[in-house]
C-alpha cells in the first residue's frame, strides 16, 4: 500500500535547537518526494523536493531508501519556521497524485 | 504572476444538497488537482484534470464529480452531500501531470448541517 506517515503530531523546540521532522513512506516503485509548509493564514506552499537537493530557508531532506525515510531537518530553528509541515509522496502511474502524511506542528519558542 | 484563486472561501450546505466549488489555476498551468483536507488530517486526492479530462481518480464516489474548461479553470461538484463531506476542499495547479511541483490555492472550507 502506498502510504505516508508522520509520526508526530507536534513538535515543539526553542529558537536555536535544531528541528527533525520525521517522515516514513511506504510505496513499491521509485519514490519522489516533497515536503510542503502551511504558516498561519496562508495556503500550502511547496518546501522543497528531494530531486532538487535544494536547502531552502536552512531547510534540508535526504531519501534514504533503505530506511523508506524523508526527515526534514534544520540545525537551527527559528521563531519564523513555526507552522505545519506536511511530507507527501508522489504516485506516477495516477496521475501524478500527491499522497500527504497527516502533517505536523512545528512550535519554535522564543 | 497569479496564483490559484478559489471560490467560495466558506460555504454551508444542508444534507443532501448538490455543492460546486470553483478554481482557476495559475497563470501558465494546464492540469488542476482538487484535494480533500478534514479537519487534523493531511489532503486526500480526488482527482485530477488535465487537458479537459480526467487524468486520474482517488478513492472518492462518483458523486464527487468534476470539469476542467478551455482556460484551465476547474469546478469541483458533490452531490447527495453527506455529514462527512464537511471539509476545506483544495485546488492545485501544475505544467503537464507529473514533474512540475502543484501550486494550491487557499481552499474553499465546506461545512455539510
Known sequence: AQRVTQPEKLLSVFKGAPVELKCNYSYSGSPELFWYVQYSRQRLQLLLRHISRESIKGFTADLNKGETSFHLKKPFAQEEDSAMYYCALRIYNQGGKLIFGQGTELSVKP | ?113
Open chain 2, 1 to 113: 504572476e497569479t496564483g490559484v484563486t478559489q471560490s467560495p472561501t466558506h460555504l454551508i450546505k444542508t444534507r443532501g444538497q448538490q455543492v460546486t466549488l470553483r478554481c482557476s489555476s495559475q497563470s501558465g498551468h494546464n492540469t488542476v488537482s482538487w484535494y480533500q483536507q478534514a479537519l487534523g488530517q493531511g489532503p486526500q486526492f480526488i482527482f485530477q484534470y488535465y487537458r479537459e479530462e480526467e487524468n486520474g481518480r482517488g478513492n472518492f464516489p462518483p458523486r464527487f464529480s468534476g470539469l476542467q474548461f478551455p482556460n484551465y479553470s476547474s469546478e469541483l461538484n458533490v452531490n447527495a452531500l453527506e455529514l462527512d463531506d464537511s471539509a476545506l476542499y483544495l485546488c492545485a495547479s501544475s505544467i503537464g501531470t507529473h514533474n512540475s511541483p502543484l501550486h494550491f490555492g487557499n481552499g474553499t472550507r465546506l461545512t455539510v448541517t
